[in-house]
């Protein structure tokens, strides 16, 4: 048996082999977030130092001498953070009075009592950097909102080491979870992972319907306005807001596709399935209101009583065959089965899972490059090109969230901020777009609307020829 044992030896080697390579393959489509480098967002509840440990003046707790600005960051990371960034006063909302009685409706807490550990986490993955929650308390161990951590992973494995140099933090990046938030498609992933939610946080219609406001990211527009506490390493003639447009749109498409795979898998208590906030609010509730439907596209898959699956986060599924020259529709074709059997009377949950699986790691595909997430190449001509179609479309449904993806399409272009005739295109587009004081929908100005339509297609259209 020993000698046979030996013979072989080889064959049994290959075989294992061959076994673990099969295995890893089917845990990379089991988990194709993990490719998309923010998979230690997932482990909050170990290795949480909170952001105080970065405080001390020789480290993130300046500023140093000639850098005090808030625009300005070298050292002075964990000032900026909590002295201008809203994410540092998350925590607070989540106890502020309406969040409190959003929490107290949905039976999740009452007098301080946490009555649903499993959904009051859910809450937390978005509102605060630490989830350990003692028993004797609602507050969790490290009250601070949405800290360092947050974002940049759990520090406990990494700490000691980041700051010793490019080979250090390269080395920790790799193996001990310490996100790197540079290239913009993963930093664009790190947003998306709560601004539209993930395997683990689900801010559903039940929580909208709480109080809770809906989930309307876009990466440009937030990235623009977001108090930063880093330099940008960025060309000026490269148009960097389109880029995070691109970006947004590829990491908000996963991470919706993350999403319903969680709700169809039921991997989640708080989750439900079919999940309503995965269709088209306005096709019920602009009607409740006494305003008429919108206009359907003919070529819509729409009857009575199936609303459209919402876009604004799949967008990206559309759009990206766009960006690279002789790229196949298998993509396009896969968008469109999964949204056919979610509009269905009765989707089938465990096959809407796994073309959401699918899906995601199909997108993945398009966009890696050695392994990693990397922007398509993107050019002036294509965003307008893009924006040429949204803008078609916002005229054909007549709705606030087509309009609202031409829009931010427009507004992510340098022509929208060198072309007059554009620019008060768009500004009467956005007026049209603003809710009515205590409305939750709105009507669309069909004349003035038509015109600033008509003008902002005419001056893309004159920039498209130069």
Not at 392 to 420: C, F, G, M, P, Q
Request: neutral net charge; aromatic residues 6%; charged residues 20%.
């Amino acid at each position: 048996m020993a000698s046979i044992s030996v013979r072989y030896y080889p064959f049994i080697r290959l075989a294992t082999a061959l076994w673990l390579s099969l295995l890893l393959v089917e845990q990379a489509i089991a988990q194709p977030s993990s490719g998309w480098g923010t998979d230690s967002l997932y482990h909050m509840a170990t290795g949480i130092r909170g952001a105080a440990s970065c405080a001390a003046a020789g480290c993130h707790g300046g500023p140093k001498p000639g850098v005090s600005s808030v625009h300005v960051a070298r050292g002075s990371e964990y000032s900026l953070w909590l002295e201008v960034d809203p994410h540092a006063n998350s925590w607070k909302t989540m106890s502020s009075a309406k969040s409190v009685s959003i929490l107290s409706k949905l039976n999740i807490l009452r007098d301080g009592t946490i009555l649903d550990g499993a959904a009051y986490q859910n809450c937390l993955a978005c509102h605060n950097t630490d989830r350990v929650v003692p028993a004797d308390r609602h507050s969790p161990r490290i009250a601070e909102g949405v800290g360092c951590e947050s974002c940049h992973g759990p520090s406990e494995p990494w700490y000691d080491r980041h700051y010793q140099g490019p080979s250090s933090k390269t080395n920790a990046i790799a193996n001990l979870g310490l996100t790197d938030s540079e290239p913009l498609v993963p930093r664009a992933k790190l947003c998306a992972t709560c601004h539209v939610g993930g395997k683990d946080r689900d801010m559903n219609h039940e929580i909208i319907a709480a109080g809770h406001p809906t989930l309307y990211f876009d990466m440009a527009v937030y990235h623009e306005a977001y108090p930063k506490h880093w330099r940008e390493h960025k060309s000026s003639e490269t148009n960097f807001r389109s880029q995070l447009w691109l970006a947004g749109k590829i990491a908000m498409a996963d991470s919706e596709l993350e999403l319903i795979a969680s709700r169809a898998n039921k991997s989640l208590s708080v989750s439900t399935w079919p999940e309503l906030s995965n269709y088209q609010c306005n096709r019920c509730h602009v009607s409740l209101q006494g305003i008429p439907l919108p206009n359907r596209n003919s070529n819509e898959d729409t009857l009575k009583g199936r609303a459209p699956v919402r876009n604004w986060n799949l967008a990206g599924l559309e759009l990206l065959p766009q960006s690279k020259n002789g790229c196949s529709t298998e993509l396009a074709e896969a968008n469109s089965e999964i949204r056919r059997e979610m509009q269905a009377a009765t989707p089938d949950a465990i096959l809407v899972g796994e073309l959401a699986q699918k899906l995601r790691i199909r997108l993945f595909e398009l966009v890696a490059f050695d392994g990693k997430p990397t922007l398509p190449d993107w050019s002036k001509q294509k965003q307008i090109r893009i924006s040429l179609q949204l803008l078609e479309k916002s005229r054909i449904d007549n709705s606030w969230e087509s309009a609202s993806e031409a829009y931010v399409s427009l507004w992510a272009t340098k022509t929208a901020h060198s072309s007059e005739p554009l620019g008060h295109a768009m500004k009467t587009i956005r007026n049209g777009l603003l809710f009515p004081k205590d409305m939750l929908s709105t009507t669309l100005p069909s004349e003035r609307w038509d015109e600033a339509l008509r003008l902002a297609v005419i001056a893309l259209q004159s920039e498209a020829c130069k």
